[in-house]
T-cell receptor, first 116, second 111 residues
Framework: GAVVSQHPSWVICKSGTSVKIECRSL??????MFWYRQFPKQSLMLMAT?????????EQGVEKDKFLINHASLTLSTLTVTSAHPEDSSFYIC????????????FGAGTRLSVL | DAKTTQPPSMDCAEGRAANLPCNHS???????VYWYRQIHSQGPQYIIH???NNETNEMASLIITEDRKSSTLILPHATLRDTAVYYC????????????FGTGTKLQVIP
């Protein structure tokens, strides 16, 4: 089956620093990946669509300069939270649609970000 | 994506069938019904999807009403490991379409 790896699983950083989260498709190519954010006891909120070789598409209300997305290869997308603040503390999850064209999403295990 | 409505929570006795309902009355003709689940502090996991026919795989069965306005996910013999939030989503199949999550149903399997 399709496997999506996300790293790191947990990160603690100081306020004002930047944090990079990686999302890799291990056994398939993903020209498109998605990034979600999830606050405690809430559902997943789609942040942006990551497109290989082109700019990401951000959902309304998501600051593109705050959440930098780079999709430089067919198997890797990165999300950088720039100048992180405590309100950015959340669970970040990536997904990639599988190769069979059925729009089945395969999710990473998530990254828990805590900003002190 | 069309909106879905699910009960916020359900309990099920271990070993019994868990039947999770979902209403999607505004579903379009080219939209499929997808089910995912999220175990606490993990990424969501795909379970099953269908267009209009009932579907079954090793994890669950999906029953879609004839008018396609509602569906039921069935876990035939629930175990404690099935405790999770279950999300019903309607989306277009094919291509790389974004998926929007609703609030889901928190299923608690009770020993």
């Amino acid at each position: 089956g399709a496997v999506v790896s996300q790293h790191p699983s947990w990160v603690i950083c100081k306020s004002g620093t930047s944090v990079k989260i990686e999302c890799r498709s291990l056994d398939f190519q993903a020209t498109t990946m998605f990034w979600y954010r999830q606050f405690p006891k809430q559902s997943l909120m789609l942040m942006a669509t990551s497109n290989e070789g082109s700019k990401a598409t951000y959902e309304q209300g998501v600051e593109k300069d705050k959440f930098l997305i780079n999709h430089a290869s067919l198997t890797l997308s990165t999300l950088t939270v720039t100048s992180a603040h405590p309100e950015d503390s959340s669970f970040y999850i990536c997904s990639a649609p599988g190769w069979r064209g059925e729009n089945i999403q395969y999710f990473g295990a998530g990254t828990r970000l805590s900003v002190l | 994506d069309a909106k879905t409505t699910q009960p916020p929570s359900m309990d099920c006795a271990e070993g019994r069938a868990a039947n999770l309902p979902c209403n999607h009355s505004t579903i379009s003709g080219n939209e499929y019904v997808y089910w995912y689940r999220q175990i606490h502090s993990q990424g969501p996991q795909y379970i099953i999807h269908g267009l209009k026919n009932n579907e079954t795989n090793e994890m669950a069965s999906l029953i879609i009403t004839e008018d396609r306005k509602s569906s039921t996910l069935i876990l035939p013999h629930a175990t404690l490991r099935d405790t999770a939030v279950y999300y019903c989503i309607v989306a277009i199949s094919g291509g790389y379409q974004k998926v929007t999550f609703g609030t889901g149903t928190k299923l608690q399997v009770i020993p």
